[in-house]
């Protein structure tokens, strides 16, 4: 019995792209992802790139530079243009040449891409791109020109070269030596530039009304002096006893903040201390009152030399507030006046918020290949984000 051969061509792939379809069910004919073609729009007909494939063999009569001094010439077809386009290094400088397709290779003109510090250049990278050409040239990675594109001038057909700048965007989080959802209460440069980078070097609108940096509505800062605003005080000479006839912001203080004495004529006496902790006690006054005094004792690590403290020109600073987390989000801080009913920020509205140990979005800053910008430098302008206007720069126009 005669046996029937046949073939089957289980990946035709004629269909095109398809990205949304379900990885579990993909349609027949389809690809997922692809790399290395050109998309002709005109029917939306993929075609391979070979761009590598289509360079020419080197043949110093294409140019009309001395044979003696030019070096590694690489010579790509453009066939969009149908154009030949050259690189050559003459010295230490790497240029572009650009020649006619027809029986003399006429030359059309030239463009000095670039001066290499040392070495010889490798071989250059060319890649259609719709209506373009891109061309990367270097010697090394760290003496590279800047990519130069070439596209064909609608209105006189002449070869217009494009310098285009390469900027990227910083989205990498800083190791500020905290954890993503942890609030410090001082900021070190690193956090600054974490939380710059996330959105918070906007200014926002505080309950008056006023534009204002957020951050600083992050701490205030109370000043106490002695002995009038506080009718006594312990001589242990790390803790501070304040009385009050109603509740206090020093309640708010906690391990790890800090308070500031000044004022002594004695200046071991004065300082910045570490608090350990608030504890309040509230006291009853005498019948028939039924108000109650409310005292605090804050206690500090150090020794705080108080004993002396008669003069009312002795201040102690209490600095209160924990700042942003790396997963804070700068626009959930925003509430409204129920009685006005405009919008401002409120860092009390954060603490309703539980954002786990998710990091905040960033991208803030931009930055240039050639280091002009660094993280050090955006610090002292924070809204300077470091955007361009444009990315492709026109540098020269060679005439055809």
């Given at each position: 019995?005669?046996?029937?051969?046949?073939?089957?061509?289980?990946?035709n792939?004629?269909?095109?792209?398809?990205?949304?379809?379900?990885?579990?069910?993909?349609?027949?004919?389809?690809?997922?992802?692809?790399?290395?073609?050109?998309?002709?729009?005109?029917?939306?007909?993929?075609?391979?790139r070979?761009?590598?494939?289509?360079?020419?063999q080197?043949?110093l009569?294409?140019?009309?530079?001395d044979?003696?001094?030019?070096?590694?010439?690489?010579?790509h077809?453009?066939?969009?243009?149908?154009?030949?386009?050259?690189?050559?290094?003459?010295?230490d400088?790497?240029?572009?040449?650009?020649?006619?397709?027809?029986?003399?290779?006429?030359?059309?003109?030239?463009?000095?891409?670039?001066e290499?510090?040392?070495?010889?250049?490798?071989?250059?990278?060319?890649?259609?791109?719709?209506?373009?050409?891109?061309?990367?040239v270097?010697?090394?990675?760290?003496?590279?020109?800047?990519?130069?594109?070439?596209?064909?001038?609608?209105?006189?057909?002449?070869?217009?070269?494009?310098?285009?700048d390469?900027y990227?965007?910083?989205?990498?989080?800083?190791?500020?030596?905290?954890s993503?959802?942890?609030?410090?209460?001082?900021?070190t440069q690193?956090?600054?530039?974490?939380?710059?980078?996330?959105?918070?070097?906007a200014e926002?609108?505080?309950?008056?009304?006023?534009l204002v940096?957020?951050?600083?509505?992050?701490?205030?800062?109370?000043?106490?002096?002695?002995?009038?605003?506080?009718?006594?005080?312990q001589?242990p000479?790390n803790?501070?006893?304040?009385?009050?006839?109603?509740?206090?912001?020093?309640?708010?203080?906690?391990?790890?903040?800090?308070i500031?004495v000044s004022?002594?004529?004695?200046?071991?006496k004065?300082?910045?201390?570490?608090?350990?902790?608030?504890?309040?006690?509230?006291?009853?006054?005498?019948?028939?009152s039924?108000?109650?005094?409310?005292?605090?004792?804050?206690?500090?690590?150090?020794?705080?030399?108080?004993?002396?403290?008669?003069?009312?020109?002795?201040?102690?600073?209490f600095?209160?507030?924990?700042?942003?987390?790396?997963?804070?989000?700068p626009?959930?801080?925003?509430?409204?006046d129920?009685?006005t009913?405009?919008?401002?920020?409120?860092?009390?509205?954060?603490?309703e918020?539980?954002?786990?140990?998710t990091?905040?979005?960033?991208?803030?800053?931009?930055?240039?290949?050639?280091?002009?910008?660094?993280?050090?430098?955006?610090?002292?302008?924070?809204?300077?984000?470091?955007?361009?206007?444009?990315?492709?720069?026109?540098?020269?126009?060679?005439?055809r």
């Open positions: 019995m005669a046996v029937a051969r046949g073939s089957k061509d289980y990946l792939l004629l269909k095109g792209l398809n990205t949304e379809a379900n990885p579990l069910a993909f349609p027949e004919g389809y690809t997922a992802d692809e790399s290395n073609f050109l998309l002709a729009l005109e029917g939306n007909v993929r075609v391979r070979k761009g590598l494939e289509k360079y020419l080197s043949d009569e294409y140019t009309t530079f044979s003696n001094v030019v070096s590694n010439p690489f010579f077809y453009w066939e969009e243009a149908d154009l030949i386009v050259g690189i050559v290094q003459d010295g400088y790497s240029r572009l040449v650009v020649l006619e397709n027809d029986s003399s290779y006429t030359e059309l003109g030239q463009y000095t891409i670039y290499f510090a040392e070495g010889v250049i490798s071989k250059p990278s060319f890649a259609t791109i719709l209506d373009g050409l891109v061309i990367t270097g010697a090394s990675k760290d003496d590279s020109a800047k990519p130069l594109f070439l596209k064909i001038n609608e209105n006189t057909s002449n070869v217009d070269v494009y310098e285009i390469i990227f965007r910083d989205f990498e989080l800083l190791d500020d030596g905290t993503i959802s942890f609030r410090p209460n001082t900021l690193s956090h600054t530039y974490n939380l710059l980078n996330a959105g918070w070097y926002r609108k505080n309950e008056a009304g006023e940096d957020p951050l600083s509505l992050f701490t205030s800062n109370t000043v106490y002096l002695y002995p009038d605003d506080s009718n006594a005080y001589d000479v803790s501070f006893e304040f009385f009050f006839d109603s509740p206090s912001s020093l309640a708010e203080l906690g391990g790890g903040d800090l500031e004022g002594f004529a004695d200046t071991d004065n300082g910045i201390f570490n608090v350990i902790s608030v504890e309040l006690t509230q006291l009853e006054e005498p019948p028939p039924v108000e109650f005094i409310y005292k605090y004792t804050v206690v500090v690590e150090e020794n705080l030399g108080l004993a002396d403290a008669t003069d009312n020109t002795v201040s102690v600073t600095t209160k507030g924990n700042l942003p987390s790396n997963a804070d989000i626009v959930l801080g925003l509430t409204v129920d009685s009913g405009n919008q401002y920020f409120d860092p009390n509205k954060l603490d918020i539980v954002l786990g140990n990091e905040a979005p960033r991208g803030h800053f931009i930055y240039d290949l050639e280091g002009v910008k660094t993280r050090d430098s955006v610090l002292a302008n924070k809204k300077d984000d470091g955007s361009p206007s444009n990315t492709v720069k026109l540098k020269a126009t060679i005439t």
